[in-house]
DNA sequence: TATAATCAAGTCATCTGATGATTTGGTGAT
DNA sequence: ATCACCAAATCATCAGATGACTTGATTATA
């Protein structure tokens, strides 16, 4: 059985208030009634009201200003794709940050430096390889490198979007697997810088793809058991 | 000049605690103060307390259970890293953009059918090319045909990602351009098709890309002038 | 007339206090 | 040992009031 989860009246505003504005009832760029108006309306107190709008705010719908009113901002939600991923399973998680991976190892390859590979070297010689002790700290490292490569592509919605997906799959990893996955070693790292040094974002690509081949080759072996 | 916006309680209060969720001062799982304690702490009052929890609630950090309390859920914002892509430029939102599609196209060359094929072949021939008049639903018709190929990668998270990129993308556009760019022809898509019908990601995703680089060149020539 | 200062209405921001609904753990009867 | 019941804890919601800010109209002034 799956009772199905009565929701709040916030979460119901939320819904009226979204579904208005995705409906086109509110364009972009519209004024709301105000607060008084809407919890007449939604049959629910002000600060109820005030509630669901807060969390519409931070879904990037509605700009409240003082004094002047609340305004739709966009139609777009900001919110849902990424609570949607953190429910998605865990292969389709690894797929969508070997996106984001593959496509920043493109464009740092493209738009590298000198400083920038000898900041990679740097990054990769201190993670080093994993000694048996400090597990965090190695994991940490490991992360800054990965972080960096993504950092370098001088596109900042990959940045915050693989710094999401990092955290969310080693969460789930430890929700799900309990285990850890084998992690490539540092010849394999190097591959990628040095793809990366040749300028040629194929080739880049293709260094990414490599690396990541046998932790998803692990992680269906994995899921199937 | 850029006057510094002055938070209100309400953000300020999200970011206290928010801060201390990823501060770990609350691990993950662990039950969070009570509205009256935390009001207290924050000098606050319990509704803006409320307010505040309602957003990470919404972003995704914390639970809450009537009658049992407050829970820290994960400590990864699903919510930050779409806010940020909004404020992005749109070269950035674009190549984020393309990275989705490319590793669509790939999962979608590896999990075809022959339904599937034929499903894209409709959607396309149902878009045709702009004849001039109803510019929404040719626009509609060729985001439909986009989203399938997506939706035939069987990955939810390529999917939310990609609706919402799409959307943000034509809001950004209509925002900064005002006009409209270049739209590819019939035979980039049809092209499109044929590489995931071979069944070799490789192609897919090289078909992906030089059909976006005549946009992708449009694009940096709008935007440095 | 054109411009600047002032004012008032509208609106969101916040506080306070109270009541209802739900969960949870204990208590006692069976 | 199990079940029914109860009470405390906690979140959910409501109501009313005051403060802060924006905006447009009004008025005074050069």
């Given at each position: ?20 504005i995705?409906?086109?009832?509110w364009p972009v760029g519209e004024k709301l009634p105000n607060?008084?108006k809407l ?23 509605l700009e409240t200003r003082?004094?002047s009113g609340t305004y739709v901002l ?152």
């Amino acid at each position: 059985m799956h009772a199905l989860a009565k929701t709040s009246l916030v979460d119901s505003a939320v819904e009226a208030i979204r579904s208005e504005i995705v409906g086109s009832r509110w364009p972009v760029g519209e004024k709301l009634p105000n607060e008084a108006k809407l919890s007449q309306f939604l049959s629910i107190s002000r600060g109820t009201v005030r509630e669901a709008v807060r969390v519409l705010v931070s879904q990037g719908y509605l700009e409240t200003r003082q004094g002047s009113g609340t305004y739709v901002l966009s139609t777009a939600d900001a919110s849902r794709p990424l609570t949607m991923a953190r429910r998605a399973n865990l292969r389709d998680q690894f797929e969508a940050r070997l996106a984001l991976d593959a496509e920043a190892a493109r464009l740092t390859a493209i738009r590298q430096t000198p400083a920038v590979i000898a900041e990679l070297r740097t990054l990769l010689e201190k993670r080093g390889n994993f000694d048996g002790s400090d597990k965090a700290g190695f994991v940490a490292r490991d992360l800054a490198f990965h972080k960096a490569v993504v950092a370098a592509s001088c596109n900042s919605v990959l940045v915050h979007m693989y710094d999401f997906f990092s955290t969310l799959i080693s969460e789930t990893i430890e929700a799900t697997l309990g285990e850890e996955l084998q992690e490539p070693d540092m010849a394999s790292h190097a591959a990628i810088i040095d793809a990366i040094e040749t300028g040629d974002p194929e080739k880049a690509d293709a260094a990414v793809r490599r690396f990541m081949a046998p932790v998803l080759r692990d992680l269906e072996r994995l899921l199937a058991s």
